[in-house]
């Protein structure tokens, strides 16, 4: 999955005092069960436990802080998406990545759902820059899943007819649409039966018949 950057440098300032990255990981919690429009500054600093004038030394404004969330997120709890492409076939792989987003349900060290599929539901035009930079990652991880499902094509573990593109759509669909049954409290056995369901969706490989 390609990491995402924030779109300016952060600004410098005295030698800080924190750790930076046990900082940004609160910053990211935060963002993640709140959303980006939803959290405040004056919240984010309570869960960050540092002064406003550290904050924009270390990382600049509010987007910018958030953009360095997303990246975080991505590289670090999000990750096993990309480790799940690794798998010997296709259908492995998505089914890796659809049962790791259902143990993540079930996770109740970490906020519900996918922080790609939910920080900015519902913004307004003021942050459309940022919507923008989040969905085109978001929308990454359906090329992704369609690159792997058209190298099952190449490689003949996914049936040649496949229609590479509408299947990744499927299931980011069944992905993401996990995150927001998470928001509503969604249990992970039942989250699991979802996946049951898509994976039956699955297109039959001649060969295995």
């Known amino acids: 999955m390609k990491t995402l950057k924030p779109s300016a440098g952060k600004?410098?300032?005295r030698p800080r005092?924190?750790?930076r990255e046990a900082v940004l990981d609160r910053a990211m919690r935060l963002f993640w069960l709140r959303g980006y429009e939803s959290t405040s500054m004056a919240e984010l600093l309570k869960v960050m436990q540092v002064t406003t004038p550290s904050v924009y030394s270390a990382f600049g404004d509010k987007e910018h802080l958030f953009l360095?969330?997303?990246?975080?997120?991505?590289?670090?709890p999000a990750q096993y998406q990309a480790e799940a492409l690794k798998e010997k076939t296709a259908r492995a792989a998505v089914e890796r990545i659809l049962s790791q987003a259902v143990e993540s349900i079930a996770d109740t060290s970490t906020p519900p759902g996918c922080m790609l599929a939910l920080s900015v539901i519902n913004c307004s035009a003021a942050s459309e820059p940022v919507r923008k930079i989040v969905n085109?990652?978001?929308?990454e991880t359906e090329r992704a899943l369609c690159r792997?499902?058209?190298?099952?094509?190449?490689e003949g573990d996914v049936p040649a007819q496949?229609?590479?593109?509408?299947?990744?759509?499927?299931?980011?669909t069944v992905l993401y649409g996990l995150s927001i049954k998470a928001k509503e409290g969604i249990s992970a056995h039942e989250a699991r039966a979802v996946v049951d369901t898509a994976m039956r969706a699955w297109p039959a490989n001649p060969r295995s018949l």
């Open 68 to 76: 360095e969330a997303i990246a975080r997120y991505i590289d670090g």
């Open 136 to 139: 085109e990652a978001r929308q």
């Open 11 to 13: 600004p410098r300032g």
């Open 162 to 172: 496949t229609d590479a593109g509408a299947l990744a759509g499927f299931f980011a």
């Open 148 to 154: 792997r499902i058209a190298q099952g094509i190449a």
């Open 17 to 19: 005092s924190f750790d």
